[in-house]
């Protein structure tokens, strides 16, 4: 087992000051703003509002909240509920904008009375549409870290209070709804230039704020360069071991299943001020670095949506992968309102003896009697017998095994897996679990009827080891470097290239983002033969996002692995 040199905290160094702790904050904000009538404090849900509200009480100034302007909980609810659905899980994706929030005879009243003289600081989601000609301080939130307040109930989603449903209940509203307003109105004011500073509560004993300008510095740089998003790793029902010794991590828990490693709608960027670490949704650069970080072409087609993800899955000492289908692109429209789906594929990091893949269905399936048997194993009649359907084919280090959506999947014990994805991140279809529960003691749900809609019953044992089963070309090899394509299948957008190498590779990005896996090596190093960036430096098994804009750049062993072999995956969009 390698010595971990994993880092699980990168961050981008930028100039600038950084102000730390509330007193402090608001010392700075009632210095320089002490003459504006009012302040906006803008909140992204899920933060921890009580606290603002209290930090913001010894201002002086007259507290109003967004929370008490907007319509009743019941009318949300009525206004929402089409995008929310009786699903436990799944959502339709919703166009509300924050203004249909707002109950109209109260916002109207509000903003009268901020124009009567007095010193007012208007706080949550939606401040900067009552108090329109006010300064804006942003409260900014990391996705992930929402989702930790969620499983301890802890917040409040936008226009109520659901902080005591379950966690999978309170993400489906944040993902299908109330991020995507917060976005919309965090893109609009960033754009507008309204923002004067932007505050990071992620760590709730610690504020930090630091300026606009400080934080675009941070934006634009992050986008010109080479960098790594914030990994977070989270246990499973089915998780292993392998990630505590590579990555580090806290040998006192139970398992690490998965890692998110490059997944930027819900990972955080690290900023590096005066030796301070600033957090921040790396969504951000997505949405205002756009067109330099995923080029035009993907820009395009993808909009403000990263469309490549990079995760591990981990099941060394661990258990099989729920068997599992994604939907195909046209029922994830109709059904979810998405643009896209969610194709796949798994590249064994690493392997144990017996590791196995479940891909694809056997030759001659009897399809009904498959779904038949699903449902009745659903009721806990029977125990499925996956074998006897789905082809299990053993699987070892540096296999490549495609999933273009609507093929039966999942990864089996003893396995290391780095999934390389479209983007969307909660539309599995789940058929069989093991007989397993979930983490907190209950079935997980399971997606027999909508999955048999999407399961595409060709792709049989021949397709499997025809299309999508190890299908590598060695497209060049020279002295030192060999380039092989590994896919993806043609059904899906995204294109992988392995290389092995122990000198500098040459790469272009063709202007559209690259993203990359040290997959084997202890470390390497990515420079610009122009010097347009400093080089930057990465570890085995760390995820690494190269923008667009960078255009050519080279990657080379380096530190321990300088005169050695060292192998990337990379991924691009097909364009």
């Known amino acids: 087992m390698r010595k971990p040199n994993y880092d699980k905290l990168p961050s981008t160094h930028i100039n600038g000051k950084i102000t730390i702790g509330w007193n402090d904050i608001l010392s700075l904000l009632s210095s320089e703003y002490a003459e504006s009538p009012v302040w906006a404090v803008e909140l992204y849900v899920g933060t921890y509002e009580e606290d603002v509200l209290?930090?913001?009480?010894?201002?002086?100034?007259?507290l109003i909240n967004t929370r008490d302007l907007m319509?009743?909980?019941?009318?949300?609810?009525?206004?929402?509920?089409?995008?929310?659905?009786?699903?436990?899980?799944?959502?339709?994706?919703?166009n509300i904008r924050i203004e249909e929030y707002f109950d109209e005879e109260k916002l109207a009243q509000a903003k009268a009375r901020i124009a009567d003289g007095r010193k007012y600081v208007v706080v949550g989601t939606g401040a900067s549409l009552v108090a329109a000609e006010a300064p804006v301080f942003y409260l900014d939130m990391a996705r992930w870290e929402i989702q930790m307040r969620f499983r301890r109930h802890e917040v409040k989603a936008l226009g109520m209070d659901n902080s005591q449903e379950g966690a999978s209940l309170q993400y489906k509203r944040g993902y299908f709804n109330d991020w995507n307003i917060c976005d919309r109105l965090k893109d609009n004011l960033s754009k507008e230039g309204r923002i004067v500073y932007w505050i990071d509560t992620n760590d709730r004993q610690i504020p930090k704020m630091i300026s606009n300008a400080t934080f675009m510095?941070?934006?634009k740089k992050t986008a010109h360069k080479p960098f790594r998003v914030v990994p977070f790793f989270d246990p499973a029902p089915w998780g292993g071991q392998w990630m505590k010794e590579v990555c580090d991590l806290d040998r006192s828990v139970v398992n690490y299943g998965w890692c998110f490693d490059c997944v930027p709608e819900e990972n955080s960027l690290l900023f590096d001020v005066d030796g301070?670490?600033?957090?921040?949704?790396?969504?951000?650069?997505?949405?205002?670095?756009?067109?330099?970080?995923?080029?035009?072409?993907?820009?395009?087609r993808f909009g403000k949506s990263f469309p490549i993800r990079f995760d591990f899955l981990d099941t060394m000492g661990g258990g099989n992968l729920s068997l599992q289908v994604h939907p195909t692109n046209e029922f994830a429209n109709r059904e979810f309102g998405l643009p896209?789906?969610?194709?796949?594929?798994?590249?064994l990091l690493d392997a144990g003896e017996n590791a196995v893949v479940y891909l694809g269905l056997k030759t001659g399936v009897d399809k009904d009697a498959m779904i038949e048997d699903l449902r009745a194993a659903q009721r806990g009649e029977i125990v499925f017998d996956a074998e006897k359907y789905v082809n299990k084919l053993p699987a070892k280090k540096h296999d490549h095994?495609?999933?273009?959506?609507?093929t039966i999947h999942c990864s089996g014990h003893e396995s290391m897996v780095l999934e390389i994805s479209s983007t969307p991140s909660i539309f599995t279809f789940k058929l069989w679990d093991w007989q397993r529960l979930g983490l907190d003691g209950k079935p997980r749900p399971i997606n027999v009827e909508r999955g048999k809609h999407v399961i595409q019953w060709e792709r049989q044992t021949d397709f499997v080891m025809r299309e999508i089963a190890?299908?590598?070309?060695?497209?060049?090899?020279?002295d030192g470097i060999k380039e092989e394509r590994t896919g993806l299948h043609p059904n899906e957008f995204i294109e992988t290239r392995r290389h092995s190498f122990n000198r500098p590779v040459l790469h272009n990005?063709?202007?559209?983002?690259?993203?990359?896996?040290?997959?084997?090596?202890?470390?390497?190093?990515?420079?610009?033969?122009?010097?347009?960036?400093?080089?930057f430096v990465v570890h085995y098994a760390e995820t690494f996002i190269i923008p667009a804009c960078v255009g050519e750049y080279t990657i080379r062993p380096y530190g321990r692995s300088e005169g050695k072999e060292c192998m990337t995956l990379k991924a691009y969009v097909r364009c």
């Open 54 to 62: 209290s930090a913001l009480s010894a201002t002086g100034r007259i």
């Open 276 to 300: 301070t670490l600033f957090e921040l949704p790396s969504q951000d650069v997505v949405i205002m670095q756009n067109r330099e970080l995923l080029g035009p072409k993907v820009q395009h």
């Open 470 to 478: 190890n299908h590598f070309e060695v497209l060049s090899e020279e």
């Open 509 to 535: 990005t063709g202007n559209g983002v690259n993203v990359f896996n040290l997959v084997d090596g202890e470390e390497a190093i990515i420079e610009s033969p122009t010097g347009a960036f400093e080089p």
């Open 401 to 406: 095994y495609l999933i273009p959506a609507g």
């Open 217 to 219: 510095e941070g934006i």
């Open 340 to 347: 896209y789906t969610q194709d796949e594929s798994y590249y």
């Open 71 to 94: 319509k009743s909980e019941e009318e949300v609810d009525a206004l929402t509920s089409r995008f929310m659905t009786d699903d436990v899980l799944f959502g339709y994706m919703s």
